[in-house]
């Protein structure tokens, strides 16, 4: 009889034990059979294909203006453009960093009733690199040499902002079976040359294929004094591109437009000749993956 009782009292335990995990991990309005079932749900409707929807985000504008006729304007304070490459082409050992200066020019259009209608054309400027670590983004250090990026001096003031400057172009969008569009389109970097007969200044453009998906629509009510709400709309787009397309993977020799005549830079007939922009570094694979997020609201009376 003891050894039953112990057994029961066990059990009893153990029981209870689950029942306050349970209760502690499921949602407030589920029961713990529920919050089983939830966890291995698959919905038998799910084909696995991807199937549009119809949202329209177009008409972007710097302004909202009052709901119902609210424009698009991108929301820049929720959005980013990160990189991601090997270290060393160690495939386990990942460097990572962002570009803080982004936006589209002109503004963008994409409509799923009409995927010939869209429009996107995307810049990047590459000396708002950024990684966080003054190891990599002070001047002559490593990062900013990643992709040929160019001061005048170390002010770090950019060269020529305007050349300093990729841009992704749009030229036809379909459908990924599986999930979201395949964007096709051009990137395009100003100024900066490999080995390969371009001539100075000459911009460098080559195709990219570019995985994007909507992830959709969210009202949000007004907050505080506003007595509309807003409707947000947010983006993600993937891809990989070669360094060595754009960048000189010769280049030894920084260049600066305009030194400060305080700051001695050795050899510097030979950096004030040097055209490829950037001492070419390999403490990063030559491949680069980008992930960019970006956020669009409006004003809008639910």
């Known amino acids: 009889m003891k050894t039953r009782k112990k057994v029961l009292a066990l059990t009893l335990i ?42 329209v985000i177009d008409l972007i504008n710097d302004a909202d203006t009052v709901a119902p006729n609210g424009k698009w304007a991108f929301d820049k304070s929720h959005s980013n453009v990160g990189w991601e490459s090997e270290y060393y082409n160690m495939a386990v050992t990942m460097l990572t960093g962002r570009f803080n200066s982004f ?37 002559g250090k490593c990062g900013l040499n990643y992709l040929g990026i160019q001061y005048t001096d170390s002010t770090k003031v950019a060269a020529d902002p305007i050349s300093d400057t990729a841009w992704f172009h749009l030229t036809s969008i379909s459908i990924d079976q599986h999930d979201g569009y395949i964007l096709t ?91 490829t922009y950037g001492v070419w570094s390999i403490s990063t694979a030559d491949e680069m993956d980008i992930t960019i997020n970006t956020v669009f609201a409006k004003n809008y009376l639910q």
């Open 14 to 55: 153990v029981t209870a034990g689950m029942s306050l995990l349970f209760t502690q991990c499921k949602k407030d309005t589920e029961t713990i059979t529920e919050y089983i079932t939830n966890t291995v749900y698959v919905d038998p409707n799910d084909t696995g294909i991807f199937v549009p929807g119809t949202a």
């Open 103 to 139: 936006g589209f020019n002109p503004m963008m259009v994409f409509n799923e009733n009409n995927l010939a209608s869209c429009s996107i054309h995307f810049w990047v400027q590459l000396s708002t690199f950024n990684t966080g670590e003054t190891g990599r983004d002070a001047l």
């Open 185 to 275: 389109g051009n990137m395009t970097m100003n100024r900066y040359r490999p080995l390969n007969g371009h001539l100075d200044n000459e911009p460098i453009t080559k195709p990219v294929s570019v995985h994007f998906s909507f992830n959709g629509q969210q009202y949000f009510p007004p907050t505080g004094t506003a007595t509309v709400g807003k409707l947000r709309a947010g983006f993600t787009a993937r891809f990989s591109f070669k360094r060595s397309d754009f960048v000189d993977n010769a280049s030894t020799v920084p260049y600066w437009n305009h030194p400060k005549a305080t700051e001695a830079v050795t050899n510097a007939t030979t950096a004030a000749n040097n055209k």
